[in-house]
């Protein structure tokens, strides 16, 4: 699928409000990209479709979580969690993404994981920091990433880490390894 088919259909799976997270953190991922020595086509791929599930019913996510064999352990956890492995899915089968490094920066935008690559750092601290992200926090976040990505994205994951627990919620191992490994990294 051409990138204007793409965009318009990932624009009609949401509401117009979260169709402007998407333009910034397009926008961002390519920034950053340039930044950092990543392939902004690529940076941009993975930021349209990042959110391209974000909407859809949490049964329907559950029924391909399922039937795909995407890991059930999620749905012990928090279903704003869901839609990154989803749209990960969704954005091979129905657009027909084959880059296997643009899936996995849609499969752990939320979550990140141990080891993640250049490009998945900066789709998932894109999501962080894009110029519509209000929320206390964010400015320091977005000075650091003008020099290290890690620095900012562990800036990302402690503010979430500290928000979950602040609200009770479990937390998905491997946003905690995720974190640990930022630190290793920082160091
Ligand atoms: O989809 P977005 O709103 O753009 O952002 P996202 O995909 O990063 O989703 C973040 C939400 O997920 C945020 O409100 C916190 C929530 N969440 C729930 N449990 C976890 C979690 N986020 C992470 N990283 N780890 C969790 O265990
Ligand atoms: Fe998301
Ligand atoms: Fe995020
Ligand atoms: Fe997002």
Redesign the pocket.
């Known amino acids: 699928m051409d990138r204007e088919a793409m965009i318009e259909s990932v624009k009609a799976e949401m509401p117009e409000r979260r169709w402007l997270?998407v333009q910034g953190v397009m926008e961002t991922s390519v920034k950053l990209a340039k930044r950092f020595g990543v392939d902004p086509v690529r940076a941009e791929l993975a930021a349209i479709l990042h959110?391209v599930a974000?909407y859809w019913p949490t049964a329907r996510m559950e029924q391909i979580i399922r039937e795909e064999k995407l890991p059930e352990e999620l749905l012990d956890?928090?279903k704003?969690?869901w839609?990154?492995p989803v749209g990960a899915f969704i954005a091979e089968r129905d657009y027909g993404v084959t880059d296997a490094e643009v899936l996995d920066a849609i499969r752990y935008?939320?979550?990140?994981r141990v080891g993640m690559t250049l490009l998945e750092k900066i789709v998932c601290l894109a999501?962080y920091m894009e110029p519509s992200r209000d929320f206390p926090g964010v400015n320091k976040i977005r000075s650091e990433a003008e020099h290290s990505v890690e620095k900012a994205l562990l800036t990302g994951f402690d503010g979430?880490i500290t928000f979950?627990i602040e609200k009770g919620?479990r937390?998905?191992p491997l946003?905690v390894l995720a974190r640990n490994d930022m630190v290793r990294q920082v160091n």
Do not use: N, Q, R, V
Not at 109 to 112: Q, V
């Open positions: 997270h959110d974000k956890y928090d704003e969690l839609h990154a935008h939320t979550s990140g999501d979430t979950l919620k937390i998905f946003t």
